[in-house]
């Protein structure tokens, strides 16, 4: 039968996300690959311009909902534990609202890892839900592990232990996410954390941002487990896959950072050599210090080669008053925010100094860009193992006992990459690793015939409730 011919004008997709973009730019990725399926799509956050200016993105509606702080108050440099807290009280209620008053009757939820109640309000309306993993199967397998009690991780008494997970690399304390160690102090997340956990029978489906062959062996473990895991990725723009973009191109736009950048930044790429330049950003919510800010720019006065550097100065200080930035900005771009995709898919970038957030990383591994790694917390010292031992297109920076790194050590990184004895091997498997990423979502390809399943399940569910 074909599903396809089915109504599909009343099936209606409800996204819940954190405001942050590192959740918001996978789930409008997998809203826009609902859209193109056929499917009607909605995506509700806490982001206060959807308030003012409630609107549309590439075929999806955006909505807002209150999470119990001030419009004014600052998220960016919020402590975490007020944030998640005030969200985790005032989000369910407010998205349940939401949904009784919508003109938009909906079928189904699909919530991301951070708003694991959005599973119980599904449940208050008899809905569905589904939830978008933003991380590796990897940290799924962890969290699983450690909230389930199935094995046991580091504690204060014995920190130095390895842990061994199913379908895992042996890992060290440093290579954990960070809310699985003893020292970690962002309590409400590690609680949130656990939610998602106990929640988990109310998630039919777990739909991954991640491809089969990037982590078949933890996949298969998490599933042998009886959970239910779906890669659908890699979830980047379109563009990355060499496409144009139908359908709404890079979405960064939607943060308060407007891609001002986007044109200086690709005018100027156009100017440079083949893999010549060095990409560095630390994502949406790391602010670098003034002393690695310093370090960085020492190493790239002496690398000498071209540069677009993302820079994230600490609040309350302006970039004239780091000298050495103004040394150097000759030799590169100094941007405050980047169309970060675009970059990467430039055939001019050679390498990427990355903190290791899974969108930079898969965004990096879809343009088959080789990296060098300096994660700081949550998932990012797993990701950054993946990197350099697992998919070997990488390696990581070294840090000194007070956290930074120097900038000979930056320029140690570089040459490796870019020049070294393993630079040929970087190179060749972050070439394959693109391969694989890109027939993972084409027609028939692994990830796209598991959003199939999901979207015809989708359809075959309506149908069932609308006779
Ligand atoms: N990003 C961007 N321009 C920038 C920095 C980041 O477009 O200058 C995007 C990046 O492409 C990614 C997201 O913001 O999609 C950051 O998510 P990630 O998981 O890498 O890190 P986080 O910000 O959550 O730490």
Same mark, same amino acid.
């Given at each position: 039968m074909d599903l396809m011919s089915n109504s599909n004008q009343q099936i209606n997709v409800l996204l819940v996300t954190v405001a942050a973009q590192g959740h =918001?730019?996978?789930?409008?990725?997998?809203g826009n690959l609902l859209v193109s399926k056929g499917l009607h799509v909605t995506l509700a956050t806490h982001n206060y311009a959807l308030k003012h200016h409630s609107s549309t993105v590439g075929g999806?509606?955006?909505?807002?909902?209150?999470?119990?702080?001030p419009e004014d108050y600052n998220r960016q440099t919020a402590d975490y534990?007020?944030?998640?807290?005030?969200?985790?009280?005032?989000?369910?209620?407010?998205?349940?609202?939401?949904?009784?008053?919508?003109?938009?009757?909906?079928?189904?939820?699909?919530?991301?890892?951070?708003?694991?109640w959005a599973a119980d309000v599904a449940a208050e309306f008899g809905l569905p839900c589904a939830m978008l993993w933003i991380q590796p199967c990897t940290i799924y397998q962890i969290y699983y592990c450690y909230y389930n009690k199935r094995n046991d991780f580091p504690t204060e008494t014995n920190p130095d232990m390895?842990?061994?997970?199913?379908g895992l690399p042996s890992l060290d304390l440093e290579e954990l996410p960070s809310f699985v160690l003893p020292s970690n102090s962002l309590h409400e997340i590690e609680s949130m954390l656990k939610q998602v956990f106990h929640n988990m029978h109310k998630i039919k489906w777990v739909l991954g941002n991640s491809f089969m062959e990037l982590e078949k062996d933890v996949i298969k473990s998490v599933n042998d487990a009886g959970c239910s895991f779906w890669p659908v990725g890699p979830l980047v723009p379109a563009s990355l896959f060499g496409k144009t973009d139908e359908t709404g191109g890079d979405?960064?736009?939607?943060?308060?950072?407007?891609?001002?950048?986007?044109?200086?930044c690709l005018e100027w790429?156009?100017?440079?050599?083949?893999?010549?330049? =060095?990409?560095?950003?630390?994502?949406?919510?790391?602010?670098?210090?003034?002393k690695q800010i310093e370090n960085i720019a020492s190493g790239l006065k002496i690398a000498k080669r071209p540069f677009i550097w993302v820079v994230k100065l600490p609040e309350n200080q302006e970039r004239e008053e780091i000298g050495i930035l103004e040394e150097i900005k000759e030799h590169g771009l100094l941007v405050k925010w980047s169309p970060q995709t675009a970059v990467l898919s430039h055939s001019s970038v050679g390498c990427f100094l990355s903190h290791c957030g899974w969108n930079s990383l898969i965004e990096s591994v879809t343009a088959g860009v080789p990296m060098i790694v300096c994660p700081e917390w949550s998932d990012q010292p797993t990701n950054a193992k993946l990197v350099t031992?697992?998919?070997?297109?990488? =390696?990581? =920076?070294?840090?000194?006992?007070?956290?930074?790194?120097?900038?000979?050590?930056?320029?140690?990184?570089?040459?490796?990459?870019?020049?070294?004895?393993?630079?040929?091997e970087f190179k060749k498997n972050a070439a394959?690793?693109?391969?694989?990423?890109?027939?993972?979502?084409?027609?028939?390809?692994s990830s796209d015939k598991n959003i199939e399943l999901f979207v015809n399940e989708k359809k075959i569910n309506f149908r069932s409730i609308d006779q």
């Open positions: =918001v730019n996978p789930m409008l990725r997998l999806i509606h955006l909505e807002f909902f209150s999470d119990g702080l534990n007020v944030y998640v807290n005030s969200l985790r009280k005032y989000g369910p209620v407010n998205l349940s609202t939401l949904i009784r008053t919508h003109t938009r009757k909906f079928s189904c939820i699909i919530n991301t890892t951070f708003v694991p390895t842990v061994n997970l199913p979405l960064s736009g939607f943060d308060k950072f407007e891609s001002e950048s986007k044109n200086e790429l156009d100017k440079q050599q083949p893999a010549s330049v =060095v990409y560095i950003s630390f994502g949406s919510l790391i602010f670098s210090s003034k031992d697992v998919w070997k297109v990488g =390696v990581k =920076v070294s840090k000194n006992s007070e956290g930074f790194f120097d900038g000979e050590e930056l320029v140690r990184c570089v040459e490796e990459i870019m020049n070294g004895s393993k630079s040929a394959e690793m693109k391969r694989a990423a890109h027939e993972a979502v084409a027609h028939g390809g």
